[in-house]
């Protein structure tokens, strides 16, 4: 992965002893100044404990670090987990020589399980020793669990003459379904804008691209969004053309980062793109497309390379929205399978075997009865993927 560098951000990754085999699993962020910041999270009613902190921290519209813990999701650990979450910030507090209040915190993991302060605590001098401009990299790292890859991008605008920069990191592979987030992720920027503007942008591009994912239909308790923008460009949002140049940035970082997490689902070994035209709404469509996409059945058809377009067409509709079978037409990319609610024949069917295997591919109906569109990245659904879960404390 290459090196990835925001002006002003620094960052690390470290071993702690929470995961296995010296496995890097504490992170951290660090702006040399405080910066604007944003989060979104997640709508389980189940929130782990750094959730619920950042959540009342991040009214403030001010932080400076996040630090960030894999291999132990700190969640339905009670008020000792709420505890051990601020003191986690403590820690990184005082060695940064920061507000305990300008310090978030993430965790990813084992649910249920006591946070090991003792180990956080050891680790945390040499984590702060490790800041550097280029540790973007140790971070994306570090904040791996059953990911098999790290996650990042990178992306430079210009506002007024001044070049703007933005980074992106995420982790996410399995528990994946759009309420939110559906992971983490941590962007930063070193433009200049307010709180109020970089709530509405994030919370738009999380809606264009983390919430239109889905490798397993599980939201996780934990799923966390933060941006952080310190300004150091001189680059300042001041105009309609300023915001558009900067959301357009955003939406493609962000779908970056989802698109690498839908390639990295669980044993997944495709990434489909679900996409419904021809509704009567885009929500009408988007509920389609979310059910196709969530679909077991079509996910495990995919993953066996199987044109059963039955599945597809049974998943629309248990969606619970209008539609007319007589109108229906299916595409596997540019392959004509079902037209007016009928299949068009073997020989279609192997042509669209062929495109099953392709490691990216699109399916496409049209209902055929208004404007409304949307789309879903979905994965198939692999005998790895159960063998992953099944042993995952283990």
């Known amino acids: 992965m290459a090196h990835l560098i925001c002006p002003g951000f620094m960052a690390a990754g470290v071993a702690s002893g929470l995961k296995k085999a010296g496995e890097k699993d504490l992170a951290i962020i660090f702006s040399k100044i405080p910066a604007k910041v944003a989060g979104a ?34 969640c339905c650990t009670g008020y000792k987990g709420l505890e051990d979450a601020k003191t986690m910030a403590g820690f990184a507090a005082s060695n940064l020589g920061i507000s305990e209040e300008l310090v978030l915190v993430c965790s990813t993991g084992v649910i249920g399980e006591p946070l090991p302060l ?17 540790g973007v990299c140790d971070f994306a790292r570090a904040i791996m669990t ?48 307010d709180y109020e503007l970089l709530k509405k942008l994030l919370d738009k591009a999380t809606q264009r691209s983390f919430n239109r994912i889905t490798i397993d239909g599980d939201t996780s308790t934990n799923d966390t969004v933060i941006i952080m923008a310190n300004g150091l460009s001189g680059a300042v949002i001041k105009s309609s053309e300023h915001i558009d140049c900067f959301r357009n940035l955003l939406d493609d970082i962000l779908i970056n980062l989802a698109k690498q997490i839908v390639k990295d689902g669980e044993g997944a070994t495709k990434l489909v793109e679900i996409y419904v035209k021809g509704a009567l709404s885009d929500n009408d469509a988007h509920k389609i497309a979310d059910t196709v996409a969530n679909s077991n059945l079509v996910k495990t058809a995919l993953f066996g390379e199987d044109a059963n377009w039955g599945r597809i067409i049974a998943a629309a509709g248990r969606a619970n929205v209008p539609l007319d079978q007589s109108k229906i037409n299916i595409f596997f990319d540019d ?26 591919l699109r399916i496409s109906i049209d209902l055929n009865l ?7 990245i979905t994965c198939d659904f692999s005998i790895e993927y159960v063998k992953i879960n099944a042993d995952y404390r283990s």
Request: net charge positive; aromatic share 2%; charged share 20%.
């Open 41 to 74: 999270f997640t709508s389980n009613k189940i929130k782990a404990a750094p959730v619920l902190l950042d959540m009342e921290r991040i009214k403030s519209g001010i932080s400076q670090a996040i630090i960030v813990n894999s291999g132990n999701a700190n």
């Open 335 to 360: 392959i004509l399978m079902v037209k007016n609610g009928m299949g068009c024949g073997k020989a279609v069917e192997a042509e669209a075997t062929g495109v099953l295997m392709k490691p990216e």
């Open 118 to 134: 003792d180990k956080i605590q050891r680790a945390i001098p040499s984590l702060i020793d490790s800041l550097k401009p280029e």
């Open 370 to 376: 208004g404007n409304g569109c949307a789309s879903v």
């Open 146 to 193: 059953t990911d098999t890859v790290p996650k990042s991008v990178s992306r430079q605008g210009k506002i007024d003459g001044k070049t703007f920069t933005i980074i992106g990191v995420a982790k996410g592979s399995g528990m994946i379904r759009p309420d939110m987030a559906t992971m983490l992720s941590f962007i930063c920027t070193d433009i200049d804008a």
